[in-house]
Antibody, heavy 123, light 106 residues
Framework: QVQVVESGGGVVQPGTSLRLSCAAS????????FHWVRQAPGKGLEWLAV????????RYTDSVKGRFTISRDNSKNTLYLQMNSLRVEDTAVYYC????????????????WGQGTLVIVSS | SYVLTQPPSLSVAPGKTARITCGGN??????VHWYQQKPGQAPVLVIY???DRPSGIPERFSGSNFGNTATLTISRVEAGDEADYYC?????????FGGGTKLTVL
């Protein structure tokens, strides 16, 4: 069955870096696009970034552009989010989510989500 | 940027119909997806491409999208439907998620 599992969250100080991972299984990883979505405590969902199935296209929301980098290793069935220059306002649960359909051009709905990993940025 | 507007909250009695709206300029020309999120859990896709329902989602959940408003309709509301609901619309210039609606079952 399809599984999507995030890891790498934790408590970090402002200005530091953290790398999140999302391990996927149960399907052909290199045919699906993936996204990172976060949710600050008590707040709504915020889409952060997408990487297409083959890594050829990447897009970010403005609030993380230049600080966060999404990437994927199709040989390891793993998605990553490198987060640099972290701010207090980056505190959130971070989810990875898979496109509903294979070979989607970054505008599909998401039908599989991980359980989320909590990132706390605090001094 | 493309703005999606959802009512922050909605209360419905069990057995009644809940209609959760998502407003946007000419949203009827775009595809709308809906997610349900219960406390402490990841979101779950309940409606996609305006009206399609994933396997495992009860037929009580349905969607429509016309003009400037998309609507998620939950018929015969049950206590287990209490959750936050988010609409999603892809527009290259904006965050695709609406602000969310908290559905309370009275």
């Amino acid at each position: 069955q399809v599984q999507v599992v995030e890891s790498g969250g934790g408590v970090v100080q402002p200005g530091t870096s953290l790398r999140l991972s999302c391990a996927a299984s149960g399907f052909t990883f290199n045919t699906f696009g993936f996204h990172w979505v976060r949710q600050a405590p008590g707040k709504g969902l915020e889409w952060l970034a997408v990487v297409w199935y083959n890594g050829s296209n990447i897009r970010y929301t403005d609030s993380v552009k230049g600080r966060f980098t999404i990437s994927r290793d199709n040989s390891k069935n793993t998605l990553y989010l490198q987060m640099n220059s972290l701010r207090v306002e980056d505190t959130a649960v971070y989810y990875c989510a898979r496109d509903l359909e294979p070979y989607c051009g970054g505008d599909c709905p998401f039908n599989y989500w991980g359980q989320g990993t909590l990132v706390i940025v605090s001094s | 940027s493309y703005v999606l507007t959802q009512p922050p909250s909605l209360s419905v009695a069990p057995g009644k119909t809940a209609r959760i709206t998502c407003g946007g300029n000419n949203i009827g020309s775009k595809s709308v997806h809906w997610y349900q999120q219960k406390p402490g859990q990841a979101p779950v896709l309940v409606i996609y491409y305006d009206t399609d329902r994933p396997s495992g989602i009860p037929e009580r959940f349905s969607g429509s999208n016309f003009g400037n408003t998309a609507t998620l309709t939950i018929s015969r509301v049950e206590a287990g439907d209490e959750a936050d609901y988010y609409c999603q619309v892809w527009d290259s210039s904006s965050d695709p998620f609406g602000g969310g609606t908290k559905l309370t079952v009275l």
